[in-house]
Structure formats: C-alpha cells, structure tokens
C-alpha cells in the first residue's frame, strides 16, 4: 500500500498554500497590520437597519438560515449574529432570531446573550425572542412568516444557508414594508434574494461579512488569505488555457485532470 | 478548560485524521471506523433534535406562549407518526404479535400499506408539496413588483432572464429557432463562468473556514468567545 | 388614481389568480408541446442507453414530497427505462421523508416488466449522515445499510450478489453507474465531491430547475455525465425514451406560465416607467 497517494498531491498543495497563508497572515494582522477590505453596501447597512428599526419602535428579524450547525454558514451566521447583537443590544431593539434545527438554539442562545452582555445591557436579553420553529423547511418558512406578518419587524436579516423558502421569507418581508438585507453562499437562492431584497451579500461577501464587521484579526487574515489564494487560481487558470491552447499539457497533468 | 478547551482539541484531532486519510491510503481502515462513528453520532443527533423539539413546546404549552394551541398539533402529530413508525413495531417484534390492523390498514411498519404511510401520502405529502408549489406564484410576484430595468446591467439581467426564461420551454423553439441556441449559449457561457466564479469563492471560504477550526482558531461553533 | 397607478399597486393576489389561470389552462384543455432535448439531457439519457442488461446502477434518491412535482416524473421516467433495459437497480436515499417515494416510484413501475424485488431491484431505505453516509457507501454498502428498507438482511438479496462473476455488490464501484435525482442538501453537489472524485464513477443527476445552474460547471468538466433541469428535464428525458408522462404533460403548463412571468415583467416595467414620466411612481 502507497504511503502518499500521489493522484492528490495538487489538492494538498492547494490545502498547504491555503493553510501556510492563513496562519501567516493572521500572525501579521495581530501584529497590527491593517488590511484593506472594499466596501460592502449591504453590511454598510446594517447599522442603517437597526437605526431604522429603534426609530419606528419595531423589532429586528435575524433569521440565521435553515442549515445545521456543522454547516460553514450557519458558523459564520452565528457570528454576524453577535455583532448585530451587540448593536441592537446598544440601542434595546426587540431582536428575533427564528431557528429552524435544534442544535443551533443552543448557539443562537449563547451568541446573542453573550453579546447583550458585551454591550453592557444583559437585561435587555429575552431569551423568548430566540424561537425554536421547526426542522422541516416549509413549516419554518410558515412559522417565520407568521412572526412577520405578526411582529411586523423594521429589519430582516437573512443570513445564512437557505433553500426554497428563501422567496417564501423575502416576499412575505418585502409586503411589510422592511428593510431587507440578505446573505448565502446558496447561489441558487441568491436570485430570490436579489429580486427580493433591498441588499444581498453574494457568495463569498457573506463569509467576508464577519471579517468587515469585526475587524477581527483571525477573520481578516483568512480573508486574505483567500484573496491570495484566488490571485494563484487564476494565475493558474490563465497559464493553464494559453498552454493548453499551444498543446504543452504539463500542468493539466500535474493537476491531474481528466 | 473542560468546557472549551476539550472540544476544540478533539475537533482538531479528529478533523486533522480525516484530512489526512485522505491523502494518506494505510490510514483509510482507521478512516472508515472514524465515519461509521461519525455517522452513528449524526443519527443519534436526530434522537437528540426531536427531544428538543418535545421540550421547546412543551414548555410553550405549559406557559401558554403564543400560538401554544399550534404546539399541541405539532405534539399530537409529533406523537402519531412516532407511535406508528418507531414505537408499535418495536413492540410488535417484541410480544411477536400477529397482524395489527386498524381498518384495512396495518398499524405496524412504514411502508406501503400501514397506516403511517397512509398519513405520509394524505396528509404530509399534498402539504409539503403545495409549501414548494407556492414559490411559482411568489415568484410571478416578485418578477411583477421588483424587475426594473432601472440600469444598463438590469436590463442586461432582464433580456438574458427574458430569452432563458422562454428558451427552456417548448414555446421558445416554436416562437423562433434561435431562442433555445441563445439559451444554451447563455447557460453554457456567461452564466456557466458567473457560477463557476462564485462555486470557487464560496468554495474557498469553507475551505479556510474548515481550516481554521483545524488550527483551533475558530471557536464560534462552541457558542460565544 | 389612474389605470396605470393602480396596475402599478395591483394587490398581489390578482397576480397569483392570473399565474392560476396560465398554469390551469394548459392542462384542463390537454395542451401539448414539443420538446426538444438539452445537451445535459441528452448526456443524461445517452449514459442509461450505455447500460447494458444484468448491469447493476446505485440510485440516489434524495428528495421529499415538497421536490416531488418536479422530480417525480424524472423518477419515474428513468425507473420505467433501467427496468426496460433489464438493468438491476440498487436504490436509497439520504433524505428522512424520502423513503416512501422511492417505494410508491418502484411500485408504480416494476409490475410493467414483471420486475421482482430482491432479484431485479432493491429498496436500501433512509440513513442519516450525509456525507459521511456517501464516503461509507464507497467502501461498503453492508456497513451503511446491513438491511434493506423492509428488515431484510442484504445478503440474502439475490441482487445483491448479483456482480461481475457473480461478486457481491457490495460497493459503489461494484456498480456501472450513480443515478442522483435531488433537490438539494444533501443532493448532487455532494455527489460530486464525495464519490465523483474519490471512487471515479460516472454519475448523471437530475435536479430541481432552480439548482441546475449551479451544476453546469460540473457537466463541463466532465464530474456529471448528463443533468436533467427540473420537469423541463423530466419532459425531455420522456421525449427521448418515448414515454410521454407528467413531464411533458406539465410543459404546457410551464410555457405559458413562464411567458405571463414574462409579460408580467414588461408590464411592470412599462407602467413604473410611464408613471415616472408622470410623476408618480412609487419608488
């Protein structure tokens, strides 16, 4: 038996290149330095949303998606959650977090009192406002607008994994009148929520959100490291088809494609 | 320490094991132990999900929550579907019982023919189906209310959307030859590298995402820093 | 308030009576269109008529009754011709709810050609775990499901020993081909990246309309040998194998449900722009 599988070594390569960046880059934004990160519309109005929503004495709608918590997504939901959190905790806005799978109550629970916590106001915490629905897709879709129609929030959030119901969410919001910002790496939803939606985080904006408004090092080093990750793709891709168009074929097989 | 420290440890062990069977071919027996774990773990996260769900709304009937009455629905059917489905053959198997029946339907078992696959066809199936028939008319909707060609990449947006829109029924090809060539062009260029683009980015967040959790960096799946 | 103005401001539920109207029409005055086939689906359709008989395929079926309008008929279509084409199906699905509509499929379709369960088709049933469920089956169908949908230990299928010289079937590469009908997570995306890559099996999917997009790239490159989109794909796989059913039924349908989208949006655009020139849009 092989000790290395040599078939794969471009994709450990790739895993290395991504890895040695990440850590390097951390290391350099805890130093200190500063990165730059261009303007994102919809995070620019978040804060826009809250203020929006403390003026007309209405609650706040965070939905973080309908995904498990070992999703990707709904990890990096959990963190724009605690900094909307801490925002709205400041001003004492109503903040609703409907949750579509048991595991993630718990986080929900602990981000958003961890955050009101943080902003010096854990008595502004109402742990009823973070509502359990349900695990099947189309009784949360139901259930989310219901508190919409209900609660008629200023604000809704949608960030996360979603699927199907997406439209379901951001039409029903768009009938109340609020102001919508949303964000999926689900490229498939993403046409729902651009139709739908005053703002939408596209892809990989959605995973750069918690590094833009955190400024966290270890997120805006990652960031980064993506950023440089990509710079190598397409170095690659653009070498790639100018050999492959003059028949040197080196580097498809390096890559091993087939 | 216990708390976090623990987890994140066995996170990181664990995660860098199966990064590495991957590309390590003697580690693959252990590998395959590791996910038959993994996938005894993930169904009695199931056991553990319909637990909470019990508890939740439990809770919101015994405090008369609003919508506490929706509550008792969600229990009951909760309830019907677990006894039919899970607990009755268990006991079925168990007293060795003959045929249990109710009507021409069995009580015992989930496939076709008892009475939980009964309830699954009339009840889950048409309401389940009508939640996902619902986007077509939201989406005529939002194309009414929302589509303005305000701007030069709107209207971009708005003929591509137009031309695919009738090329990927049979109408396209009867209106003109052409429709669906269009079509095909644009799903197999434009949108194709649009898509492609997005699946690399969104790709590599995960991926350095993945790896942060590896590298013990990214706490936030544990809850609050 | 002038027509305009109020078309404008129309209250939605008359746009959903009109998409009504659009939708019922077709099918109550048996509308039929032809179709023509996409070079996804005719990929699709061209790795099933590769197949020969006696060759054994593992279906994916990863879907819920809300996915079931559009990828029931696909099913259904590409059931009726494996078992034509006396191919031996071994099936399962990752989905909680998705367990009895493989069964209502293969009972829909197997008494057609006197199909026997056990010997010419296989019901695996639900397992949880996803991706991990996917890597499991590439290296032992027993360990994932040691029995079948009905309590039956695999081994004592007849299909399931029913491999190259009379191997058992006992993981994914013991079989020709990965069928996947899915309409999302875990779906074909999943697929691709767990078995595609790692076992080498050629694979064709069919999906819900809305995520064939995201799948081309795939097609492209070769991970996905054929793509059906949705109940268009439904219709064109029907058209292909000659077996007219819900797909190219719904077609009808679906044109002229896709052109009052169309118009809808002129229709917009036209009284948002006319009420601007007025003066009195709203924004």
Not at chain 2, 156 to 177: F, Q, S, T, Y
């Amino acid at each position: 038996m092989k000790l290395f599988d040599p078939s794969r070594f471009p994709i450990f390569l790739a895993i290395a290149l991504l890895g040695i960046l990440t850590v390097w880059l951390i290391t350099r934004a805890r130093r200190g330095e500063s990165f730059f990160i261009r303007k994102i519309a919809g995070l620019e109005a978040v804060e826009e949303a809250v203020g929006r929503a403390t003026e007309m004495g209405k609650p706040i709608l965070y939905v973080p998606g309908i995904d498990d918590a070992n999703n990707i997504q709904t990890i990096y939901s959990m963190i724009i959650l605690g900094y909307v959190a801490k925002m709205v905790a400041r001003y004492e806005t109503p903040l609703i977090v409907p949750i579509a799978k048991a595991f993630v109550m718990p986080l929900a629970e602990e981000t958003t009192r961890q955050a009101y916590l943080d902003a010096g106001h854990p008595d502004a915490y109402n742990r009823n406002n973070i509502r359990y629905l349900s695990d099947e897709q189309f009784a949360f879709a139901a259930g989310v607008n219901g508190i919409i129609l209900r609660e008629r929030p200023a604000a809704n959030l949608y960030m996360g994994s979603f699927f199907a119901e997406s439209l379901l969410l951001a039409e029903t919001g768009f009938q109340t009148g609020a102001i919508q910002i949303a964000g999926t790496a689900n490229i498939h939803q993403l046409p729902f929520f651009v139709v739908a939606c005053d703002y939408t985080l596209i892809g990989e904006e959605f995973f750069a959100a918690t590094a833009y408004l955190s400024r966290e090092e270890r997120l805006v080093g990652t960031l980064k490291a993506i950023d440089y990750v990509k710079i190598v793709i397409i170095v690659v891709l653009v070498a790639g088809t100018l050999l492959a168009s003059v028949h040197v074929n080196f580097l498809h097989e390096f890559l091993n494609l087939e | 320490m216990l708390r976090r420290e623990v987890p994140i440890l066995l996170a990181m062990i664990v995660g860098w094991f199966m990064v590495g069977e991957f590309f390590f071919p003697w580690a693959e027996p252990a590998g395959t132990e590791v996910q038959q774990m993994a996938v005894i773990i993930t169904a009695t996260g199931v056991i553990l999900g319909v637990a909470n769900v019990i508890r939740i709304n439990l809770l919101k009937v015994s405090r008369r929550e609003r919508d506490w009455r929706y509550s008792i629905l969600l229990l009951v059917g909760l309830g019907v579907m677990a006894l039919l489905g899970t607990i009755l053959p268990v006991v079925h198997a168990a007293v060795h019982g003959g045929g249990w029946k109710i009507g021409p339907f069995n009580l015992v078992g989930i496939t076709d023919g008892t009475l939980f696959d009964r309830l699954y066809n009339r009840v889950y199936v048409p309401l389940s189906a009508t939640m996902y028939g619902l986007l077509a008319f939201y989406i005529a909707s939002a194309a009414f209310r929302a589509f303005r060609v305000r701007t030069m990449d709107a209207t971009l947006l708005a003929v591509a959307a137009i031309i695919v829109m009738i090329g990927r029924v049979p109408l396209g090809e009867k209106i003109w030859d052409g429709i669906p060539l269009l079509t095909d062009w644009i799903m197999n260029v434009p949108q194709l590298a649009a898509k492609r683009a997005i699946l690399i980015g969104a790709a590599l967040g995960g991926i350095a995402t993945g790896l942060k959790i590896l590298l013990g960096i990214e706490r936030n799946f544990l809850g609050s820093d | 308030m002038s027509l305009t103005q109020r078309i404008e401001s129309l209250d939605r539920r008359w746009i959903f009576l009109v998409m009504l109207v659009a939708m019922s029409f077709p099918l109550i005055v048996h509308m039929k269109l032809p179709v023509r086939a996409s070079p996804e689906a005719r990929g699709f359709y061209e790795n099933i008529e590769k197949l020969q008989a006696g060759d054994v395929v593992y279906l994916a079926s990863d879907y819920d009754p809300g996915g079931k309008a559009e990828l029931d008929p696909m099913l259904l279509a590409v059931l009726d011709r494996l078992f034509q084409k006396n191919v031996k199906i071994v099936g399962a699905t990752l989905w909680p709810a998705g367990s009895p509509l493989l069964e209502r499929a293969y009972k829909a379709e197997a008494p057609k050609y006197n199909k026997v369960y056990g010997v010419d088709y296989v019901h695996l049933g639900f397992k949880e775990g996803k991706e991990n469920v996917m890597v499991q089956l590439g290296k032992s169908i027993r360990e994932v499901f040691p029995v079948d949908y009905y309590g039956t230990p695999l081994d004592s299928l007849p299909l399931m020993h029913s491999g190259l010289n009379g191997k058992p079937i006992d993981k994914l590469n013991d079989t020709k081909l990965l069928v996947n009908i899915s309409i999302g997570y875990p779906g074909t995306k999943e697929w691709v990246q767990q078995v595609r890559s790692r076992f080498n099996l050629p694979m064709i999917s069919g999906c819900a309309a809305v995520s064939a997009p995201e799948y081309f790239p795939y097609v492209q490159s070769g991970q996905l040998s054929g793509l059906l989109g949705g109940l268009a794909g439904a219709a064109e796989y029907e058209e292909m194998i000659d077996r007219p059913g819900w797909g190219v039924t719904g077609m009808a349908a679906q044109s002229l449900a896709h052109v009052t989208i169309v118009l809808l949006i002129v229709l917009g655009n036209f009284v948002y722009f006319w009420n601007r020139r007025q003066g009195v849009s709203r924004p």
